[in-house]
């Protein structure tokens, strides 16, 4: 999907690098979160994948699109049908003055479908929404409103489903209902799905976890047993599993404390020993 990705953001002679050789792949029909810190690149990535912005080099390829290699034209045809996404804010994902069936109802006049009406009561039944269908977003809680704008995501049957934090202004148990909403879309509509947030409890209720540091993958967790969506009940930790991941180029990022603990500054010694790779300290160093 994403390979060896980078964007550097240039603001007068400043660069901010967002993402620095980033590799990402996801299986369709998947559902992946993806947790970092503030600032490690999750919201770049993802406006990256919507086609909303291109990366400063690296490739990305979704479904059979090479998203660098589509005209304007079909960049903004990608974004209106194969692709939804999700905001955090409630207050951005949805048109003020339109009540929740027309903001439904918005993204399938783009596409010019002819019975949009229907499609959106269905959609807003999807969510649970379909009693609040004349309500405007000020008469709708946040986790309605999110509702609202996950079935404006889903309005042209998008194959892919990005949601940038899309309960980080809800409280627990609305924000588990919403991620529970997410796994029965995947289930009924083999939608694939990318979650960001920064809770990292996900990872008890998603098939997989990727971590993001500094505008790279660094880790992943997934779960032992067989593959699961999404489940609002957390399983216990035993049926997890961590993994520091390798990138296409070999690389691989080591925790900065568990490099403190040993001692490794610039340089450490790599061996092969009983079939395990090891890192130890450069003797000579210090
Ligand atoms: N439009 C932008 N212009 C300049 N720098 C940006 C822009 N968007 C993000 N950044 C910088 O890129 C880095 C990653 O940001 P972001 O992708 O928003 O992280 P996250 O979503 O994980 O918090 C940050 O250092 C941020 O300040
Ligand atoms: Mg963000």
Request: proline fraction near 3%.
């Amino acid at each position: 999907m994403c390979e060896d990705l980078f964007k550097i953001y240039k603001i007068a002679d400043l660069e901010v690098v967002a993402l620095r050789g980033l590799d990402l792949r996801v299986n369709r029909g998947e559902v992946v979160a993806i947790v970092g810190a503030s600032g490690s690149g999750k919201s770049t990535l993802l406006t990256i994948l919507a086609g909303y912005d291109n990366p400063s080099a690296g490739k990305i390829v979704v479904g059979d699109k090479d998203l660098l290699r589509m005209t304007v034209r079909q960049m903004e045809e990608y974004r209106r049908s194969e692709v939804g996404f999700i905001w955090q804010q409630t207050s951005r994902n949805l048109f003020p003055y339109l009540t929740a069936v027309e903001n439904v109802e918005l993204p399938m006049m783009l596409t010019n479908r002819s019975d949009r009406r229907k499609r959106a009561l269905e959609l807003l039944e999807l969510v649970g929404l379909v009693e609040r269908a004349n309500h405007t977003h000020e008469r709708l809680s946040g986790g309605e409103q999110q509702r609202v704008a996950i079935a404006v995501a889903l309005a042209n049957q998008p194959p892919l489903l990005l949601a940038d934090e899309p309960t980080g202004e809800l409280d627990d148990s609305t924000a588990s209902e919403i991620l529970d909403l997410f796994g029965s879309i995947n289930q009924e509509m083999g939608t694939t799905i990318l979650i960001v947030t920064h809770d990292r409890d996900i990872a008890f209720k998603v098939g997989r976890v990727v971590m993001i540091k500094d505008g790279k993958m660094a880790t992943e967790i997934r779960r032992k047993t067989s593959f699961q969506s999404i489940s609002s009940k957390a399983d216990t930790a035993a049926l997890l599993e961590e993994f520091a991941l390798v990138d296409t180029m070999g690389r691989i990022q080591v925790p900065r404390d568990l490099l403190d603990k040993l001692n490794i500054n610039e340089r450490a010694r790599l061996s092969i020993e009983n079939g395990s790779v090891v890192l130890k300290p450069d003797d000579k160093s210090s």
